[in-house]
């Protein structure tokens, strides 16, 4: 863990240590992609416990306390509010944690051997949909779901890594919520699409409005191992709820971690 912060996304100067703060260069970057890499964010041994954990909950759940068993549970909880996830949630959804929830988590193993093809072209374009919106204010990102990705193997460019369509999530002149999106676009070979290669323990973020798809994983002797979380502001919800993030994984959790599952509402009623 490294980079410290140029300002903060408040432009006050008052850091908190516990927190990664996103530089001016990141939030520029994010701001016109709509996605951003970020390399190295965990240590060598951070990254293999999760991988570890994440090897175990696939091939013997049951050998896992019932807690333990989802993606973010057990020894990869400290992965909900790592140090950088927090500055990413400051600066894109808001700077209060009282208004962050975290609201979807899936693992993505792809392997050379998969038959199946992952190229599925979703989202796209100037969202009205509160979950799916991307505004910017007053020097301020408010992105709505905001995807964290993180690659625990080594992602090499070009064979596997998820795709995106960078600047598509303020694309005016086309919107895949009113189904107008070019097809001629979706082409792989289209040159709109952007991917990444990272080694293993990277950060991809993106907004969840920019059109993306998973791609076919080339790469043999190397499988994805990713886990895909999705964060949102407090007052929208998008997806159903998992069944691996039940009531006994999150009551395992810390006090802290279980506040990122809260109910979708803000005010609290006082009355
Ligand atoms: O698995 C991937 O690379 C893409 C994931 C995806 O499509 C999504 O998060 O909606």
Known sequence: ????????????????PAVIQMTDYERFQFDLKGFLVIPNVLSD?????????????????????????????????????????????QALIDPSPDRWR???????NRSSEDTNDPWTPHVGGTN???????????NRI?????RIV???????????????VPGSHKANLASAQEGNWPEMADDPESGLWETYGCPPGSLVMFSEGTRHTGSRWTHAGNPRCAILIAYN???????????????VVIGGMSEDHQKFFKDVWILANKR
């Not at 863990?1 to 908190?16: I, L, S």
């Not at 954990?53 to 306390?65: T, V």
């Not at 993180?150 to 995106?164: A, F, I, R, S, Y």
């Open 1 to 16: 863990m490294n980079d410290k912060a140029e300002t903060t996304p408040n432009g006050t100067t008052q850091e908190d």
């Open 45 to 89: 041994e951070e990254t293999e416990t999760v991988r570890d954990h994440i090897d175990i909950l696939r091939k013997s759940p049951e050998s896992l306390s019932e807690h333990q068993r989802a993606p973010i549970a057990g020894p990869a909880e400290f992965l909900i509010d790592h140090p950088r996830v927090v500055g990413i949630l």
């Open 102 to 108: 975290l609201e979807s988590v899936f693992m993505s």
């Open 128 to 138: 009205l949909d509160p979950s799916l919106s991307y505004r910017f204010h007053n």
């Open 142 to 146: 408010y992105s709505a779901m905001t």
């Open 150 to 164: 993180w690659e625990l193997n080594e992602v090499v460019k070009g064979q596997g890594g998820t795709c995106l």
């Open 233 to 247: 502001h407090a007052s929208v919800r998008f997806h159903e709820p998992k069944p691996c993030m039940n009531p």
